[in-house]
């Protein structure tokens, strides 16, 4: 990659010109600022790594969240012609359909702020967050499991665990089509079948916020958001039954892209044609784990609710709690997009990125100690980054470097000064998880502004925190 | 160094494993893994130790050996048992057959450090000089 440079276009986009077995540019959404941290990692090579697979359009993207991953960067973007192209399972990432709600309420900042630490204290309790928590009103059967592949948050609605509103709320209507769980391997069903409605470690967590700032009423009036208000974030993904997924095709992609003749900038590049017996079993038990995922989160959803309902002693019409929006991060669907004057069908891969069509909610978490945003989709998006935006503040330190940065400091006391409670299975994750270790959510969201490819219509501040 | 070493990576989390012979590297490298998801932290005895066959075929060293670590994930996910113990009893180049002690985690014995999501392929590129095999493993967590 000494031959790798990059080109500015304008104060908020790069180019990585094409070189050697690139097939088309790379481009990088990002300020002065932010692409100074980016050159620190190899995330740039990943890029580029990307433009080197077969029928990829346009582009090789990245949004200024980018952190190097495995194969494709996080925050990586492309797109690839749906018969000459390849799908790849690094394109998408292990936690398949990782993702974001949320949830709003008729409560305001000062109706819970006395209470935050029982509140907290009552949502860990409710949802499974620790190491083998499970519930113990909650037992799901292999049955169950298989129909959950099929049906996703629809499955969890039927089963009383929501509304049908709900499902006008979560991508894609809450199901994610084209699900085959004959695709998904056994190991996969017995890693997942005890983990649904559970939270999961790492970056994973439920926050309660409130909106401290409105940029845009209109938006901000129409998904019911106004300032003061009590928001729940929910952030977890397909847990082990989608990391399973992706293991498992990885390994069926490496034969695959042997079969193919499919050149590999990096093993973990792996792929096979769209049309391809591998290809589409891939794509069938990729959906199959973003139904689970979507099914995660609406148990979730409910445990919540039922949370704030016993701790506050309100019943619906008073805590008023309903979703906002949910987005999934890590997936490849196939969407329509002008290129070269048609109307063509292609598979887009977000990997750490978030679809960001016209007035659809954008939901960006930052890390545990500072805000999140909520913004819209937007036409630029469609034209410039195949309807894509970032997906968080993404990392800028190694967990080694913030277990360090963070010796001789008490983090949960620092974030309680601040007016956050943390409550969480881990300490070692909570320090893992300090703000030092991300970039600033408000840099990263207001490059994605000014390149026009989502806008911010509200700020959310956190009072409380739950990790696994 | 002890067979590995924890490494820094932005996002997750490594090891740098070696060993005097393939077998060894692979010990290693589980218990490796193993240290990065788990710590012990009391004197009660492990309780319910259990034995669990392991017999891989791959189609490389690399795939074997991590399909060889995904074990230690799929017991802990699916049974909540830490991999405590490592023996291979035979390894070619692309097959080994081996037992993973493990025990029920105890909150009084076990401290979860990470949650392992998977081993990547990432980097991985298991190198042999002199007798020695050594590789960088990256994890998702």
């Given at each position: ?18 070189f ?62 749906v ?11 292990y ?61 969890a ?25 004959d695709?998904?391997?056994?190991r ?53 039954l ?57 148990m ?125 299975a ?21 490059v ?17 925190v739950?990790?696994? | ?92 180049e ?13 909150p ?34």
């Amino acid at each position: 990659m000494d031959a790798l440079k990059i080109q500015k276009i304008n104060d908020y986009s790069w180019r990585i010109p094409r070189f050697g077995d690139m097939r088309v540019d790379g481009i990088v959404f990002a300020s002065e600022r932010i692409i100074k941290d980016i050159l620190k990692d190899q995330s740039l090579g990943q890029v580029a790594n990307v433009a080197t697979l077969p029928g990829i359009v346009r582009a090789s993207y990245a949004m200024p969240d980018i952190h190097w991953g495995y194969g494709f960067c996080i925050g990586g973007v492309a797109a690839f012609d749906v018969q000459e192209g390849v799908v790849s399972p690094g394109g998408v990432g292990y936690d398949i359909s990782c993702g974001v709600r949320l949830l709003r309420t008729n409560l305001t900042k000062s109706d819970i702020q006395e209470k935050i630490t029982g509140l907290m204290r009552e949502l860990y309790c409710q949802i499974p967050t620790g190491v083998g928590a499970k519930r113990k009103d909650f037992q799901l059967s292999k049955y169950d499991e298989k129909k959950i592949l099929e049906e996703g948050a629809r499955w969890a609605v039927s089963k009383g665990f929501g509304t049908a509103r709900d499902l006008d709320f979560i991508e894609d209507g809450g199901v994610f089509n084209g699900a085959d769980p004959d695709a998904v391997s056994t190991r996969a069903l017995e890693r997942g079948v005890n983990q649904l409605g559970t939270l999961g470690s790492g970056n994973h967590f439920l926050e309660v916020s409130f909106v401290d700032e409105i940029y845009d009423s209109v938006v901000a009036n129409a998904l019911g958001l106004f300032k003061n208000q009590v928001t729940i974030f929910i952030h977890t993904g397909s847990r082990g039954l989608g990391h399973q997924i992706c293991s498992d095709y990885i390994g069926v992609m490496l034969k695959a892209s042997q079969k193919y003749g499919i050149k590999l900038a990096d093993k973990q590049l792996c792929s096979a044609p769209i049309r391809s017996p591998e290809g589409e079993s891939y794509l069938s038990a990729m959906a199959a784990a973003a139904n689970y995922a979507m099914a995660n989160r609406q148990m979730i959803t409910h445990w919540a609710i039922e949370a704030f309902e016993k701790f506050l002693g309100l019943g619906p019409k008073d805590h008023g709690i309903e979703i906002v929006y949910d987005v999934s991060h890590n997936t490849a669907k196939f969407e329509d997009y002008m290129v070269g004057g048609n109307i063509k069908k292609l598979l887009v891969h977000r990997k750490g990125a978030t679809r960001s069509l016209p007035g659809q909610p954008v939901l960006i978490p930052g890390d545990m100690g500072r805000y999140s945003y909520v913004l819209v989709g937007t036409e630029k998006a469609v034209a410039e980054s195949f309807g894509s935006t970032c997906h968080g503040a993404g990392r800028v330190m190694s967990r080694g470097a913030a277990k360090r940065a963070c010796r001789g400091r008490d983090v949960v006391r620092e974030l309680k000064d601040k007016g956050i409670t943390v409550i969480g299975a881990s300490r070692e994750t909570i320090v893992e998880e300090v703000s030092d270790a991300y970039k600033d959510v408000t840099d990263v969201v207001d490059v994605c502004q000014e390149a026009g490819i989502s806008r911010k219509v509200a700020r959310l501040w956190p009072i409380g925190v739950i990790k696994g | 160094m002890s067979g590995y070493r924890q490494i820094e990576h932005t996002a997750d989390i490594g090891i740098d494993v070696e060993g005097a012979s393939l077998k060894e590297f692979f010990i290693n490298a589980a218990r490796g893994m193993s240290s990065l998801m788990f710590l012990r932290c009391g004197n009660v005895p492990s309780p319910c130790e259990t034995r669990h066959s392991v017999s891989i075929k791959a189609g490389s060293k690399e795939e074997l050996l991590v399909k060889w670590l995904e074990e230690i994930l799929y017991l802990f996910d699916v049974g909540g048992r830490v991999a405590i113990g490592f023996e291979i009893e035979e390894i070619m180049e692309v097959e080994l057959r081996g037992v993973i002690t493990a025990c029920a985690f105890n909150p009084e014995v076990h401290a979860l450090r990470h949650q392992i999501k998977a081993v990547t392929y990432h980097g991985l590129a298991i190198k042999e000089e002199g007798g020695r095999f050594s590789a960088i493993v990256i994890f998702d967590i």
